[in-house]
């Protein structure tokens, strides 16, 4: 039997006339012979709008019934395509999380997936020749609902092309492949097409929502080829692999962005051991993801310490360093939510020096300050004023040669 995963996002089943585009690309996977597992998210808005209707209804909405809700999007886009499968004598049927089942851990919101029952999903492409499968959502051993966190479905489909070993998880989307940054802040930007799992997790950890993280995790460690498409068109869009020849990378192949950031500034704590773990044990206890960390040089056994959360949590981080800022002894904290991340990222600089560098001065022509900077063997990330956001990303990605076939401002400095 061969099977092929598509899934489509918000954009691609937002109404009727969407769905149907959608229809002739499954019609195409099955006249290639394929039985196809089609993954779907919630049309365009409506996970949103339900969690603006349950924060509005509830100032903390239980996590538990928050997914019961959440997950109504996603089933309302597979039973109405479904429909329109049938109406065309399709042998398909509509499968929510918990019918395969897709399991997950009880961590509601952002569970991730445990197992697939595989054997479940070959006896029903025996009867049926598509399965329209939620995304986003699973249940946990007790049986209740879960969510993977935002972006999900991408998870769903290539968790599902690794339990029934797919040939291919191909993602349609509103955009036609992985670009060298957002095709909708910067004009210049090309498509790539093919990228290393390795950077394109790294894009997509730092920002390029195009594939949620856990998705591009799941594909390298079961080694899913995914195929980035668009809804839209026919074009080819991007392969996402494994890395072919690490000699020939490009230096730089991509600029992310993530204004999910919020910068917290703890000043004149205490600097003797024990008090960065008493800050960021609660904090982690608290499920809230720490991003970047800037430890200033010590003066009279005090020093500023500067970290980054997503935007979300600065209500509670506060709450936490409220509670123990007298043992800390913070004099002051001031937060920043205005403030966005730009990395450069490229496997290309493992053996490479001066990328961080070209960057520095890039921002600095254009008179962005760098408010911080953390880097990794394959990316470099400069915490800026969001304001700056677009500005910044056009500037490094003309000073690292994107829009161009080759990087020639790398290789000149570099040279
Ligand atoms: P879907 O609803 O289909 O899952 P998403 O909105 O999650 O789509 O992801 C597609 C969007 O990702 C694009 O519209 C684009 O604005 C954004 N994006 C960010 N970075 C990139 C990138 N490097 N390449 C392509 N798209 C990107
Ligand atoms: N509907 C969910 C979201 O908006 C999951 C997804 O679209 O992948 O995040
Ligand atoms: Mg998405």
């Known amino acids: 039997m061969r099977i092929l995963v598509q899934k489509f996002g918000g954009t691609s089943v937002d109404g009727h006339e969407c769905m149907l585009k959608v229809r002739e690309k499954v019609l195409g996977g099955l006249d290639n012979g394929y039985k196809v597992i089609v993954v779907l998210s919630a049309m365009h808005g409506v996970t949103n709008s339900l969690l603006e209707t349950a924060h509005s209804w509830t100032e903390q909405p239980d996590r538990a019934e928050l997914d019961v809700l959440v997950a109504t999007g996603e089933q309302q886009s597979v039973a109405l395509f479904t429909m329109l ?36 999903i070959f006896d029903l492409l025996k009867r049926y020749d598509v399965l329209v499968v939620a995304g986003f959502q699973g249940c946990d051993c007790t049986r209740r609902i879960t969510t993977l966190g935002r972006g999900g479905s991408d998870t769903s489909a290539v968790a599902l092309a690794a339990a029934v070993n797919a040939s291919v998880c191909e993602i349609y989307t509103d955009v036609d492949g992985v670009y060298t940054t957002d095709p909708n802040i910067c004009s210049k930007a090309r498509k790539i097409d093919t990228i290393d799992y390795e950077e394109m997790l790294e894009m997509a950890s730092m920002g390029a929502k195009v ?5 591009v995790e799941f594909a390298k460690k079961y080694n899913v080829p995914i195929h980035v498409r668009s809804t839209f068109s026919n074009e080819p869009g ?64 005090r020093t500023d310490l500067t970290f980054t959360v997503p935007r979300g949590s600065v209500r509670d981080t506060l709450a936490i360093i409220d509670r123990i800022k007298d043992e800390i002894g913070a004099q002051d904290i001031f937060h920043d939510d205005n403030v966005c991340k730009i990395s450069v990222i490229g496997v290309g600089m493992r053996t490479h020096a001066g990328i961080a560098s070209i960057a520095f001065a890039t921002l600095k022509k254009e008179n962005i300050n760098i408010l911080m900077i953390s880097t990794s063997e394959i990316k470099i990330s400069c915490l800026v004023k969001e304001k700056y956001t677009e500005l910044a990303i056009r500037s490094l990605h003309e000073a690292f040669g994107l829009d161009k076939e080759k990087s020639p401002a790398c290789e000149q400095s570099l040279a």
């Open 85 to 120: 499968l049938k109406e065309i004598g399709i042998k398909a049927r509509s499968c929510l999380g918990y019918q395969l089942p897709i399991r997950t851990d009880p961590t509601y919101g952002s569970a991730r997936i445990l197992d697939i029952d595989q054997n479940a």
């Open 211 to 215: 594939l949620q993280i856990r998705s």
């Open 238 to 301: 991007t392969i996402v692999t494994q890395e072919e020849n690490s000699m020939e990378a490009a230096l730089v192949s991509g600029i992310a962005y993530d204004k999910d950031q919020a910068r917290i500034t703890l000043v004149g704590v205490k600097d003797e051991p024990g008090v960065s773990a008493r800050i960021f044990e609660p904090i982690a206890a608290a499920n809230i993801v720490v991003d970047m960390i800037v430890q200033n040089p010590s003066k009279d056994n």
